[in-house]
């Protein structure tokens, strides 16, 4: 092919000795001109001569085809030349994995040349992908058509390949060993990410959050445990159990006042079914008695009151006590079966439940159906999410795999069931952050950001994936609802403009800015501040996130998950203008603000930076004493016994004087320095102490410990 022809060309005009370029040229037939215009010339004649042969004759690899390859011309040859060893005395060689068009060709305009990497098997990728559970790049096996009409780019890659990187672009962390880097290499990805920007590690992490800022977790990050762990299963199944008391506290009030929540229908069961559940009546006031008494118990647990309690007092409600309050919980609430009369137990469920919202931040999204999300923690881009409302249901579900359940891979977190919705539509959001440095923790926030719909109307009578996940990867393969309001697009993505005036339109658009924006700038500064001691802080190294939201009625910020490698591809318009922008955005500040720090930054906006943490010095792991043997000239007097206490005052008191402490005695052979302390005492009974000794005499030799 012509292609290798002229790889093989420039590969030979490489390895040429000095002293062998005019023979080479000889050979060639070249009679004029330099040695080197004459290499090139002959690059450009054998790739015209190959023209026409056919792709078979030199067996092309599958999908190759020669014919298509343009003609390169000596003068294009000498600028990739030129272009190739300019950006190598500056340093300015990088590699890019995966479908980066926006970042090949931002570095390029900067003059940077690439170095081709090498493309992994398929299949491993795959694999690797499917283990890593933290990056939610969708496009990642999309093979880029990069433009390159007249083969430049080609070309300078081979002629840099054996010349070191200085900038990384991966989708993937493991694709770089970061341990292997020189200093002056910049990567893309920081080592150990993975302890928060999976379910599992951003559960456990946030739990730390007290050590590090006086904020509570559960005023923005849903409550979450690891089922697989046996002390966080039986925390779980008490939380479980507690969310159905306050859920049937509130049944009972919004039932009174004829409160219906968006996406909700009670009572709407056929008739038939709810003739069947007559068989299985329910005792109002003692299900309202128990859930009073379990909610009591939880307040007095917050305010320590249960400190001196026997360990042998009794639990609020037996194994057999909850079993019947939690099948009488499903008929009324999941099944709308018929209670009788509410009005006399209204105003003591009013008066529970306002005293459970000054101490439960997640009351008011918890709902009455007591869902949970079940999330394995080693998938992404929504893989393997099932939502359930029945406790047995969700135990079994994390059952299924021995494996994950023994590694606490899976996780359980509650569902909002009351978010706030677009024209009846749920939705989350896409938000931007980058770290630059881990210590002192540097966050940038950017300042766009996008929605991603569902494309069925938002409904708890259903718990399919259709209705609850937002993820693009798993919408764009269905089609929207006819019931779905039409306000909503096809491609199911806002950007954060529409939402705005979405907001305006209702007259909340000023809390875009006073609730929502500094409310996600909070929760990802918190969850990087419980992950800063976990993380390997290496200068040069940055990493771009993607956080997602999702807001309550109030338009509070509710944080749901962490991810490295956000996608980039440009699925939908909105995408293909954002992504375009914060991945040019990210050079701005990882380059051009390194030499220059003016320079402008685009849409990211620095959040965070926290104080430089003063280091102490390394003393080593051994002790080192160094002393000399010091000879007195006289022993020292003796001292009072130490069972005698000193006196108290020197001579007549006049006023109350603090009580001196007791004198200790002293050594028979003191230092110099010692004794220089203490020519200051005029303490009865201790006479005065020789002069200072004389020099040093004999070395001591040093131990080392």
């Known amino acids: 092919m012509r292609a290798d022809v002229r790889m093989e060309a420039i590969r030979s005009k490489q390895s040429v000795q000095p002293g062998q370029e005019g023979h080479q040229a000889t050979n ?13 010339t002959a690059v450009v004649q054998q790739c015209n001569q190959d023209e026409g042969k056919s792709p078979q004759t030199s067996n092309p690899p599958e999908g190759k085809v020669c014919r298509s390859l343009p003609v390169l011309n000596p003068e294009r040859l000498r600028t990739a030349k030129a272009l190739a060893e300019k950006a190598v005395r500056m340093h300015k060689v990088f590699s890019v994995q995966g479908p980066y068009p926006v970042v090949r ?12 990497m090498h493309r992994p098997n398929h299949n491993a990728r795959r694999a690797s992908t499917n283990d890593a559970g933290h990056s939610d790049d969708d496009n990642s096996d999309n093979l880029e058509k990069e433009q390159d009409p007249d083969g430049l780019y080609d070309i300078m890659s081979r002629l840099v390949r054996n010349e070191m990187v200085y900038f990384y672009w991966t989708n993937r962390r493991d694709t770089i060993n970061t341990r292997s880097l020189q200093k002056e290499q910049i990567t893309n990805h920081f080592a150990k990410a993975r302890s928060f920007t999976t379910k599992v590690g ?14 509570d977790p559960d005023t923005f990050f849903p409550r979450c445990y690891r089922p697989g762990a046996q002390d966080e299963k039986a925390a779980f199944i008490e939380d479980y159990r507690r969310t ?42 003692q299900m309202i008695n128990s859930a009073l008494r379990v909610c009591q118990e939880f307040l007095e647990s917050l305010e320590h009151g249960d400190i001196d309690a026997p360990l042998e007092t009794p639990q609020t409600l037996t194994e057999e006590e909850w079993a019947e309050f939690i099948n009488s919980y499903y008929l009324v609430v999941h099944e709308g079966a018929e209670i ?6 209204v105003t003591c469920c009013k008066a529970m439940l306002q005293r459970l919202v000054e101490v439960s931040p997640q009351l008011h999204i918890d709902g009455i159906h007591n869902i949970w999300i079940i999330k394995p923690g080693a998938k992404s881009r929504g893989r393997g999410i099932i939502c359930a409302r029945r406790l047995d249901r969700i135990l079994s579900l994390v059952h299924t795999n021995p494996t994950l359940r023994e ?7 509650k569902y909002l069931e009351r978010p706030l919705l677009v024209h009846g539509t749920k939705f989350d959001v896409r938000q931007w952050f980058l770290v630059t440095v881990w210590n002192p923790l540097t966050v940038w926030f950017y300042k766009k950001c996008y929605l991603r719909f569902s494309t069925q109307p938002y409904s708890l009578d259903t718990l399919d994936s259709s209705v609850h996940l937002c993820n693009n990867s798993i919408q764009k393969h269905l089609t929207p609802s006819k019931q779905r309001h039409r306000g909503i697009p096809a491609d199911n993505m806002w950007s954060d403009d529409q939402f705005r005036t979405f907001l305006s339109s209702q007259g909340r658009e000023a809390q875009w800015q006073t609730v929502a924006v500094p409310g996600m700038k909070k929760a990802v500064i918190h969850a990087l501040q419980t992950t800063q001691d976990l993380m390997d802080s290496r200068n040069n190294t940055f990493e771009l996130y993607g956080a997602d939201f999702m807001f309550g009625p109030d338009l509070h910020p509710w944080l749901i998950e962490l991810n490295a490698s956000p996608t980039m591809a440009p699925s939908t318009p909105v995408t293909a203008r954002l992504c375009t922008a914060v991945q040019e955005d990210t050079l701005r500040v990882v380059l051009d603000r390194r030499a220059d720090r003016t320079a402008n930054t685009g849409d990211f906006e620095l959040i965070y930076k926290q104080a430089a943490v003063d280091m102490p010095q390394y003393v080593g792991a051994n002790l080192l004493v160094e002393g000399y043997n010091i000879r007195c000239r006289r022993s020292l007097p003796p001292l009072q016994s130490s069972n005698r206490s000193a006196p108290k005052h020197c001579g007549p008191v006049k006023e109350k004087e603090p009580k001196a402490e007791k004198v200790k005695p002293l050594p028979k052979m003191l230092s110099a320095e010692t004794q220089l302390k203490c020519r200051g005492l005029k303490c009865r009974g201790v006479p005065p102490l020789p002069p200072p000794l004389p020099p040093v005499q004999a070395p001591v030799k040093a131990f080392s410990f």
Not at 28 to 40: A, C, E, I, P
Not at 105 to 114: N, P, S, Y
Not at 202 to 215: G, P, Q, T
Not at 407 to 413: A, G, I, L, M
């Open 244 to 285: 159905a008391c306050t859920s049937f506290l509130k049944y009972i009030v919004e039932r009174e006042q004829g409160v219906q929540a968006e996406g909700t229908r009670h009572n709407l069961r056929p008739a038939r079914i709810r003739s069947k559940l007559r068989s299985s009546p329910v005792v109002l006031s």
């Open 407 to 413: 590694e606490s891979k899976w996780v359980v977190q």
């Open 28 to 40: 060639r037939g070249k009679t004029g001109g330099s040695s080197k215009d004459q290499k090139v």
């Open 105 to 116: 060709a931002a570095l390029r305009a900067r003059g940077w040349v690439e170095q081709r």
């Open 202 to 215: 951003l559960c456990v992490n946030l739990r730390n959050l007290h050590w590090f800022d006086s904020a």
């Open 340 to 345: 009788e009369n509410t009005d006399p137990f």
